[in-house]
């Protein structure tokens, strides 16, 4: 079909048959191609052809599916892993094989389809050719080109480094629930060894900083179980 050539390609590699072909028709109900296999070596001959984003299960028949993660990370193909594999450990690892977010079952399929909507939106921000400068959120600007943060009268509110790591990655994920390993995957949080427990640190500080109430929190949500979630809306400023 001639509409389906517009399309964005998501390649699912998955073994389960019952979650692999509800992908293929959730997906292609949500606009997007659906390709779909059970194998990580048809996966990288699936590759060859033009894939935006991949979805790949962590445990496959024949692949433990960090190296395949990785080939297709040096293609410039994202990657989401989608597994039962939940350990703080094995979450990190699959975000140092490459990953760019990391997802765990049972899963919901609308924050799926959200983490692929942010992710596809990063990448694209990445290629533009009108990066973005800044972005604005409840009154606050954060000034991605001074690293500067200024507040709803414009008055300057001064941030340590890794709150605005932070914040900046917050920002760029707004409306998804980020885990504490994939926060401190794409912020640096700290000058020592880092920790999911940095995170804490740095979200509390920041909290401090932008919070209209800091004993309750409207901006930066935690959320049982998963980690935090920024809620205000974010408006991306381009360079012109």
Not at 119 to 133: D, E, H, I, N, Q
Not at 151 to 175: H, W, Y
Not at 204 to 217: C, Y
Request: a negative charge; aromatic letters at 6%.
């Amino acid at each position: 079909m001639a509409g389906d050539a517009k399309r964005l390609t998501i390649l699912v590699v998955e073994d389960d048959i019952q979650i692999r072909d509800f992908l293929r028709d959730y997906l292609g109900a949500n606009g997007f191609r659906a390709l779909v296999t059970g194998s990580a070596d048809e996966a990288r001959s699936m590759a060859r052809s033009e894939i935006d984003l991949a979805v790949i299960d962590r445990l496959l028949p024949d692949d433990q599916g960090l190296s395949l993660c990785a080939e297709l990370g040096r293609t410039g193909i994202p990657v989401i892993f989608l597994t039962a594999l939940a350990e703080e450990e094995q979450r990190i690892e699959g975000l140092l094989a490459g990953a760019d977010d990391y997802i765990c079952k049972p899963f919901s399929p609308r924050e799926l389809l959200a983490r692929i909507h942010v992710v596809l939106r990063r990448k694209a921000r990445v290629t533009s050719l009108a990066p973005v400068r800044a972005y604005e959120f409840g009154g606050w600007r954060l000034d991605l080109v001074q690293r500067k943060l200024f507040d709803p009268s414009n008055a300057r509110t001064f941030l340590r480094s890794a709150e605005f790591n932070l914040l900046q990655v917050f920002c760029e994920n707004a409306g998804i629930a980020m885990t504490r390993a994939s926060l401190l995957d794409q912020a640096s949080v700290s000058d020592r060894p880092a920790s999911e427990r940095a995170v804490d640190i740095t979200v509390s500080r920041l909290r401090r900083q932008i919070e209209p109430d800091v004993k309750d929190p409207s901006f930066i949500v935690t959320v049982r179980h998963e980690g935090y979630l920024f809620t205000p809306q974010v408006t991306a400023i381009e360079d012109i």
